[in-house]
C-alpha cells in the first residue's frame, strides 16, 4: 500500500531553449542530490509517439500534423525549425506534467526538463504541480553555444534552438532561479540549483494566483 501521508516530493522545472543543457543539468543534480531525483523530460515523451504521427512538414490535417511536426519558420527573415505539437501531441504533453505531478504527490523527487514555447503549458503545470513543493528554473545559454552544441547532437535539425531561444522565456512570469549554461560548467549550476532548494519557491504560487484572478 501507498503511504498516504508521504511528504510531496520536490519539482525541479527546467524551462530552456532546445541545446540549453538541460538535460546534462538534469543528469548532474541527480549525482549531487542526496535524494534520489526521477528525470522526465519532454523528448523521452516526443520519442515515445508513434513515427506515424510524427511529420516533417507534413499538411493540416494529416497523420503526420497530428503529434509532432517538425516545419520550417522564418525569424527576422531568417529559416528556422519549429516544433509543433498537434491535438494527440498536446494530450501526451498534459499527461507528461500529471504524470510529474502524480510522482511529487507520491513522494518522489521531480527533475522535469520541458520547453515552454507556450504560455498555456507553463499555466497547465501552475494548474496541476504544488507550488510550495515546485522550483521553476529558466535554464539560458548564448545563441551561439545553443547552434555549436545543436550541431553536435544526432537527430537534431539546424535552428530549433534559434527558433524557441526568447519564445521560451517570454511569458513574463520570474523565475525562482535563473542560471545561464555558458558561463558556469554543469556542476556549478546544479549548485546553484540545490542550493536555491534551501528557500521557499514562489514562482507557480504567483502564477496561480494571476490564473484565480480570471476565473
Excluded at 513543493?133 to 544526432?154: H, K
Excluded at 537534431?156 to 522565456?169: I, K, M, S, Y
Aim: one cysteine or more.
Amino acid at each position: 500500500m501507498i503511504n498516504q501521508q508521504l511528504r510531496p516530493g520536490k519539482v525541479i522545472l527546467l524551462n530552456g531553449c532546445s541545446s540549453a543543457g538541460k538535460t546534462t543539468l538534469a543528469k548532474k543534480l541527480q549525482q549531487m542530490l542526496p535524494e534520489p531525483y526521477q528525470h522526465i523530460s519532454l523528448d523521452q515523451f516526443r520519442d515515445g509517439l508513434p513515427d506515424r504521427v510524427r511529420g516533417l512538414n507534413s499538411p493540416a490535417g494529416s497523420p503526420g500534423a497530428y503529434g509532432l511536426n517538425v516545419v520550417p519558420a522564418q525569424i527576422d527573415g531568417a529559416w528556422t525549425t519549429a516544433i509543433q505539437f498537434g491535438p494527440h501531441g498536446d494530450r501526451i504533453l498534459a499527461g507528461m506534467r500529471r504524470a510529474i505531478a502524480s510522482l511529487s504527490e507520491l513522494g518522489c523527487g521531480v527533475i522535469a526538463d520541458d520547453l515552454l514555447f507556450k504560455r498555456s503549458y507553463l499555466e497547465d503545470y501552475a494548474r496541476v504541480l504544488a507550488p510550495e513543493t515546485t522550483w521553476f528554473v529558466g535554464v539560458r545559454v548564448s545563441l551561439e553555444i545553443a547552434q555549436q552544441r545543436e550541431t553536435l547532437r544526432p537527430g537534431r535539425f539546424p535552428g530549433t534552438a534559434t527558433n524557441h531561444f526568447d519564445l521560451v522565456h517570454s511569458h513574463g512570469v520570474p523565475y525562482d532561479l535563473e542560471v545561464d549554461t555558458s558561463l558556469l560548467t554543469p556542476r556549478a549550476v546544479a549548485q546553484r540549483i540545490i542550493e536555491r532548494l534551501q528557500t521557499s519557491p514562489s514562482a507557480l504560487a504567483g502564477m496561480q494566483k494571476t490564473l484565480q484572478t480570471r476565473h
